[in-house]
């Protein structure tokens, strides 16, 4: 084989090793948004709260955003808008509990909520809307609805 039939099979080789490389990377804009839910609620004292959210990852890439957005609303009633930066990374196809503390002034919701507790309702709706953000700004959404249910023996704690 001659010379330039080798670098030209170098080339050619290189050339496919770099597309293959190109085409086996992740990306944030092939992420599958992660799946979220309300898992917890326990309830710290009249003005705050403490949420636990499961996320499910079901991206090939860690979930490492630098903030996220959390708005939580009781049947139908707005009772939770958070925002922080976060410091917690769920890891490629995973599944973990984030949990924080947010204020939750609705009185109406905290009514609600004592109801629930006392069993003079049996459960409430949940909304769940939760917004990722990573450094560049690019932001991935995730909602969920559910039932809030008290926990058994546990005044001010649901599921």
Known sequence: MSRSHLHGLQALILAALAVLAVACTPSLRSMEPPVVRLSGLSVLDPQTVEVNVMITNLSPIALDPKSAQVAVLINDEAFINWEQTVDWAVSANARDVVRFTATAPSPQVRQWLSQLSQGERENLPWSLE????????????????????PRPGQPGQFR
Do not use: I, K, R, S
């Open 130 to 149: 939760v917004a990722f953000v990573w450094p560049d700004e690019h932001m991935v959404e995730a909602t969920a609805q559910g039932w809030l249910y």
